[in-house]
C-alpha cells in the first residue's frame, strides 16, 4: 500500500487510558506528530475512557470495545478486528506487541523490548 493511499487508520490507544506511563507518552506523541502532519483520519480503539484525550474530534474518533466474558483483552482482540473491518480502515497501528486476530488490513507494530519472553 502506498504512504498517500493512506486515509483512515485505527491505532490501539489502550496505552493512553490509565496514567501515562513510557510506551503511553511515545503514543502520544507519535499521535501528535500523525494529526501535524498527515490528513488521515484516526480511530482510537480502547477498552475504557483515556486519561489523556487531547486531540481534535474532527481529526480523532475514540471507540470503546469493551470486554466479552469479563475479559478485556479478548474483548479488544475480537472487537477491534471486527471494527477495522466494518470501518474500512486502510492501516492498524500497535504501540504495543499486540495485534488483534484476523485483520486484513496492513499492520504495524511496536515492540520495545523483549523482557517478556522467557
Not at 489502550?14 to 507518552?25: A, D, K, T, V, Y
Not at 466494518?86 to 486476530?101: A, E, K, M
Request: proline share 6%; with cysteine; aromatic share 8%.
Amino acid at each position: 500500500m502506498r504512504i498517500n493511499a493512506i486515509r483512515k487508520i485505527a491505532l490501539d490507544a489502550r496505552p493512553l487510558e490509565n496514567p501515562i506511563n513510557g510506551i503511553g507518552r511515545y503514543f502520544r506523541e507519535i499521535l501528535r506528530q500523525i494529526v501535524e502532519q498527515t490528513d488521515w483520519e484516526l480511530i482510537l480503539l480502547t477498552t475504557r475512557p483515556l486519561a489523556d484525550n487531547q486531540f481534535d474530534p474532527d481529526r480523532v474518533t475514540v471507540l470503546q470495545t469493551g470486554k466479552i466474558a469479563g475479559s478485556t483483552f479478548v474483548g479488544f482482540q475480537l472487537r477491534a478486528a471486527k471494527l477495522v473491518s466494518d470501518l474500512n480502515i486502510d492501516l492498524y497501528f500497535s504501540p504495543r506487541h499486540h495485534l488483534p486476530w484476523g485483520l486484513k488490513c496492513p499492520q504495524i507494530v511496536t515492540v520495545h523490548d523483549l523482557a517478556w519472553v522467557d
